[in-house]
């Protein structure tokens, strides 16, 4: 065999492993995102999960209408969300938190397409940490406000009312059972947003 030859053989597998065809990882299927991406959909889903308890509150809120007869038709005593200023507060909080809710779907769908976007995860972080406070403070301040109507304040000479309006009561204290179990939804969707962020 001539020299030639020889290094004609020599360079042979060199050329055939330059020219092999490179294997190239598509981004979206990388294993290391499949963290990232399961605590996205689960974000994805507890945000559906909260729109249902914020959007009750917010409706059972804003119909809770009672009107008590007294002897007479004419001689009547009403209560109404509105004649309170602690339930509007909740109520309009509520619809706030609900609305928000269906807003940042498409951001968290994008999220869990994208889990590398932290930009987009700051983002409802920071948003979610403004509903944690608003909807604690609205569902703090209907609570006492339903506390005093179930109890009354013998101090202070306040009767309570839910012996008489019992309607109004219920679907007062039933909004903000489901407004503060939106608040737990809402802590957990924060905690999850900084383990992300903290991951990345």
Same mark, same amino acid.
């Given at each position: 065999m001539s020299t030639s030859e020889a290094g004609a053989a020599g360079k042979a597998p060199t050329t055939a492993a330059t020219t092999a065809p490179r294997k190239t990882g598509v981004p979206f299927f990388r294993r290391a995102d499949r963290g990232s991406r399961c605590v996205a959909l689960i974000d994805f889903v507890l945000r559906i999960a909260a729109f249902g308890p914020t959007l009750a509150a917010a409706i059972a809120t804003a119909t809770s209408d009672e009107t008590l007869s007294v002897f007479t038709q004419f001689f009547q005593f009403r209560a109404r969300f509105d004649d309170f200023p602690a339930f509007l507060f909740f109520m309009v909080a509520n619809a706030i938190a609900a609305g928000y809710l269906v807003l940042s779907l498409p951001f968290s769908a994008v999220v869990v397409l994208r889990p590398q976007a932290t930009g987009l995860r700051l983002l409802l972080l920071v948003c979610d940490t403004i509903m944690v406070g608003l909807l604690t403070a609205a569902a703090a301040a209907a609570a006492a406000i339903v506390d005093m109507a179930h109890s009354g304040n013998l101090r202070a000479n306040w009767v309570p009312i839910c012996m008489q309006f019992h309607g109004f009561c219920q679907r007062t204290s039933g909004a903000v059972v489901a407004? *503060? @179990?939106? %608040? @737990? %939804?809402? =802590? *957990? @969707? %924060? =905690?999850l947003a900084a383990f992300a962020i903290r991951k990345r």
């Open positions: 407004s *503060f @179990l939106a %608040v @737990l %939804v809402f =802590i *957990f @969707l %924060v =905690i």
